[in-house]
């Protein structure tokens, strides 16, 4: 060969790289240049199937492997060096792919032939002829053979008799062609999230209503087929635990698998409509005891105790605690309830000795210390240090009137029961008052000063055990000296009716 000859040879001689590798471009010159090569890397290049459309009569002549499954799929590199040498045709670095592509797609032609063939004979040459489902129908003349497409979603959804847009097909389709996402170890995060969104996603009520329906599949709770095979296609159970706190519990979520990969539902929880309907909130108590109730969705323990801070509340028990492989659940932000106006401070104090569990279930004691302090630079709390000791006698002599913090039947009687002073006994007679000797003789004087404080313990009955003229008892007169009968009986009969029943002395 000449050295005119071998130049244009060489020259010709470049190097590029198809599946999946960069371009490589070898400048060769004469001279100096021989030794030292010119290398330049430019994007990857696909295979250009249509520039051998004249080479290869068949595309099993490539890829034999299609339609024998013992032969490679793709061509191997000796194949491609027999024209690609240098000399004939420019060298070129190729690396035959190894395994099934990035993908969810389970397809396979040696499979999809034998399910074809059975379906409909008159396909036994389905795999022979490439163009049915790797060129559209626009494809045509006698390139179409070679002008291909990796898969023709349109092709396949024809030949299947599904006329709906592809990804709202129903969703016992989907696992016609795909795998579930946890079994498509390939694919990468950026290509999840890409995947397209079904019209149904967009739903007003897709959110609360909706996507649980249609989550729910065939089979026992927590087989694969417990779950749609359509969430399963696109989603793991790592987007479920964003919102749902009760995942562990629901068998559809629980037959997902946990993949990292899938993205976490990146929106914020929104409020259902009826929880902002007026009212909502003095209801909500006895909605979310009922057995339907579905607060353990989006609620946990910790939801409750943010406002109910006197103690769990009843209802709280069906909910879980927040923990791994649950959602953190609804954040919530204490906020008053409509009843709580301006005018509403001034008059709190008999709604809160009639009802004080109602308050309780939102507010402490230092809540109401905040107001309800005469020097709030100077004390801790409202009363003094040592008031516990001394609280007896400044009750009696009506230091500051209890009633309006505290109410006696409850707030007094439960402190004294858990302090252990409680009567034992009949009056006299190992009782709360026996620090007191001879206190019987004169209570009567007490009861008359601050009757308030005998209500904190004791009932009427208590009184008309001794202290009454019909009945039994001892018959002790429960008037004291210069007893008015017609006054009392004028200002109100109802209390002569406790001890005198409808007969009452005087009355016609």
Known sequence: MTRRATTRATTRATTRTFGGRALLLLAVATGALLAAPLVTRTPTLAFP???????????????????????????????????????????????????????????AHDTHQRAAVQKDAADSALSRTCATCHVTGSDTGSRARMTVQRAVVAQCLDCHGLTAPHVDLAPENCSTCHLRLTDAPGLTTAAIAAFPKPTSHGAPNWKFEAHGRIAKGAGAPGSPEAVSAKCATCHARNLC?????????????????????????????????????????????????????????????????TCHVGGEPRGADALHSSGPGRAPGAALTRTPPASHTE?????????????????????????????????????????????????????????????????????????????????????????????????????????????????????????????????????????????????????????????????IPGVP
């Open 49 to 107: 199937h249509a520039k051998h459309a004249t080479l290869f009569p068949l595309c099993t002549s490539c890829h034999a492997g299609i339609v024998d499954p013992a032969a490679p799929v793709f061509p191997t590199v000796p194949s491609c060096a027999s024209c690609h040498d240098g000399q004939v045709e420019a060298r070129v670095e190729w690396t035959p792919r190894v395994g099934p592509r990035a993908s969810n797609l389970k397809f």
């Open 343 to 503: 005018e509403f401070r001034e008059r709190h104090g008999r709604e809160a000795n009639a009802r004080p569990q109602t308050c309780e279930s939102c507010h402490e004691r230092t809540t109401c210390l905040e107001c309800h302090r005469p020097e709030p630079g100077g004390k801790s709390r409202y009363h003094a240090p040592s008031f516990l000791t001394r609280h007896p006698s400044s009750a009696y002599a009506r230091e500051a009137n209890c009633t309006d913090c505290h109410n006696p039947g409850q707030f007094c009687q439960s402190c004294h029961l858990q302090a252990g002073l409680v009567a034992t006994g009949r009056l006299g007679r190992t009782g709360y008052h026996d620090a007191f000797r001879g206190f019987s003789l004169g209570h009567g004087q007490a009861a008359r000063q601050s009757l308030e404080s005998c209500a904190a313990c004791h009932a009427e009955r208590d009184c008309t055990a001794c202290h009454s003229a019909v009945g039994g008892g001892f018959r002790f007169n429960p008037h004291g000296p210069g007893f008015n009968a017609a006054r009392a009986r004028a200002k109100n009969p109802s209390v002569c009716i406790a001890c005198h029943g409808r007969v």
């Open 241 to 305: 635990t964003t919102c749902h706190v009760n995942a562990p519990e629901v068998a559809a979520i629980a037959a997902l698998a946990l993949d990292d990969r899938s993205p976490r539902y990146a929106a914020k929880l929104t409020m259902p409509r009826d929880h902002e309907a007026p009212g909502f909130l003095r209801r909500h108590g006895p909605d979310a005891r009922r057995s339907d109730a579905t607060c353990a969705t989006c609620h946990v323990r910790e939801s409750c105790m």
